[in-house]
């Protein structure tokens, strides 16, 4: 478990105009003579046709809402909500996810003997709409590191992978191989991979506050002040977009606030919706939660090396994303997409299990589910 992060207070910035400009934020500490590293994020040439949206992009999602007005008989298919990932679509698939039919609960045989470790579980046949087990899905529980997927998704509402980010303060440990230096420069794409993957903290910290102006000038409702405000804002935003009734966020990490108060709160059932439409929008985007360790190179030559916080991950037949989470007051938690036979969609998740024992309790739901659908 990471240490809590020191309170940062930025300066207000207000985006500039051109795609090429580099945004700053003086990250220095009030009592500190001497100012951290701006937080820098610059666009290349070659990408700049890949920017957030601008107003054509806000005149297309507005007569994209007039032709569904006109077709209103019109269905998504599941290769729609599998292959749209622009701003607008996933706005309409988020709006399909929280309107979707009330899953079938079954009995398979399978699961009959299943005994977990974890305070709450969801296995969600996604393909069937069959709920395949359920142990308290609506205990609301703190999510710890799960927090880092709607993190991920809101931030990339407005920061393109190939954006270029130098990062503004040491992450991680001295010794940790996915500690990211001061002053290097990182393509977004890499600095999200590494942060999913390892689960760093600190990671999401600076993603949150690199896209933190573009989210405020995006959405007008989200709050002003604070290096993270209007990210997390858009976290909550997008939780209540999707129904989910039990979830919130208090921090852009899931690190514990105090002893007795955790960074972020939901449901199994609400995680497994959450997955379900990180799944079906942005499944690029998660694919480094896929592998059990790789390495990035920084645009100035420096290298990490992400070690994937998933041991169960090789028990996963037909992975398409993960992501695990443990503080103190969360315990283990783990939760899944996967494919226990090729294109049929499954969801598990596990919340309030042991360290150690999330992993041994995902891989029994894993072996129960292809022992179920073959």
Do not use: C
């Not at 009330?102 to 977990?116: D, E, G, K, R």
């Not at 470790?117 to 046949?125: G, T, W």
């Not at 929008?281 to 896929?290: D, H, Q, V, W």
């Not at 645009?299 to 398409?320: M, V, Y």
């Amino acid at each position: 478990m990471e240490q809590p992060l020191p309170p940062i207070q930025p300066t207000p910035i207000t985006p500039p105009n051109t795609p090429d400009s580099i945004y700053h934020i003086d990250l220095s500490e009030p009592a500190l003579p001497e100012p951290t590293h701006p937080l820098e994020l610059t666009e290349g040439a070659d990408i700049i046709h890949g920017a957030g949206p601008g107003p054509s992009a806000i005149s297309s999602i507005g007569t994209l809402s007039l032709a569904l007005i006109f077709t209103a008989s019109t269905v998504f298919t599941v290769s729609y909500l599998q292959t749209n990932a622009d701003t607008a679509s996933k706005k309409d698939v988020g709006n399909q996810v929280a309107a979707a039919a009330v899953p079938v609960q079954i009995a398979p045989a399978a699961f009959a003997s299943t005994t977990l470790q974890a305070s709450a579980a969801y296995v969600l046949d996604v393909t069937d709409n069959h709920i395949l087990y359920s142990l308290n899905p609506d205990a609301q529980l703190p999510l710890a590191s799960i927090t880092k997927v709607p993190m991920a998704l809101v931030v990339s509402e407005v920061l393109t992978p190939e954006m270029r980010l130098v990062i503004p303060r040491d992450t991680g440990y001295p010794a940790s191989p996915d500690r990211l230096i001061t002053g290097d420069t990182w393509r977004i794409g890499d600095v999200i991979d590494l942060t999913l993957a390892a689960s760093s903290n600190d990671g999401a910290e600076i993603l949150a506050e690199a896209a933190n102006e573009s989210l405020r000038a995006k959405y007008p409702l989200a709050p002003i002040g604070g290096a993270t405000s209007a990210t997390l804002w858009r976290m909550n935003d997008l939780a209540k977009q999707l129904g989910l009734s039990k979830t919130y966020f208090l921090n852009v990490s899931g690190l514990d606030e105090s002893t007795t108060q955790s960074g972020a709160y939901g449901s199994a059932r609400d995680v497994a919706t959450l997955f379900a439409y990180a799944a079906s929008t942005s499944p690029r985007l998660f694919a480094g939660t896929t592998q059990s360790s790789f390495s990035l190179m920084s645009l100035n030559g420096a290298t990490a090396t992400a070690i994937n916080t998933d041991k169960a991950l090789n028990a996963i037949p037909g992975i398409i994303m993960g992501k695990t989470g443990y503080t103190d007051l969360a315990g283990g938690n783990l939760a899944i997409v996967f494919e226990p036979v090729p294109g049929h969609r499954v969801i598990a998740v596990v919340l309030g299990s042991t360290e150690t024992g999330r992993f041994e309790d995902m891989k029994k739901l894993v072996a129960a589910t292809q022992d179920t659908i073959k």
